[in-house]
């Protein structure tokens, strides 16, 4: 299964962007049809934090609390890809954004939880 994250770049803040997520691969149709899934980030010198994830079936969604009410995770599970809208962008919001897979089919925030990851996008917002 391969994971691609698409749709970054340089926005002004108070912008808006947003990302996809295409899963490919042999039993991508069968893992994005059963399992949660995610968007992590990554700023330079930083850790890896959570933004958002999604259930299996949209049903459920969390967010990070930096970005609840900015950002809306979903899902088109005909086209096996992910979004992540992203509106009123931050210059604290730039990093590289990964889209992952979760083991299970509920949402979760731990990277722990996710066993196939994409190679990132970047997104730059200036002040």
């Known amino acids: 299964v391969q994971l691609q994250a698409s749709g970054g770049g340089l926005v002004q803040a108070g912008g808006s962007l947003r990302l996809s997520c295409a899963a490919s691969?042999?039993?991508?149709?069968?893992?994005?049809?059963?399992?949660?899934m995610g968007w992590f980030r990554q700023a330079p010198g930083k850790e890896r934090e959570f933004v958002a994830s999604?259930?299996?079936?949209?049903?459920?969604?969390a967010y990070a609390e930096s970005v609840k009410g900015r950002f809306t995770i979903s899902r088109d599970r005909v086209k096996n890809t992910m979004y992540l809208q992203m509106n009123s962008l931050k210059p604290e919001d730039t990093a590289v954004y990964l889209c992952?897979?979760?083991?299970?089919?509920?949402?979760?925030?731990?990277?722990?939880?996710?066993?196939?990851w994409g190679q990132g996008t970047q997104i730059t917002v200036s002040s």
């Open positions: 992952a897979a979760a083991r299970g089919s509920q949402i979760t925030s731990a990277t722990s939880g996710y066993n196939y």
């Open positions: 691969g042999r039993t991508s149709g069968r893992m994005f049809s059963n399992n949660a």
């Open positions: 999604i259930s299996w079936n949209g049903g459920s969604t």
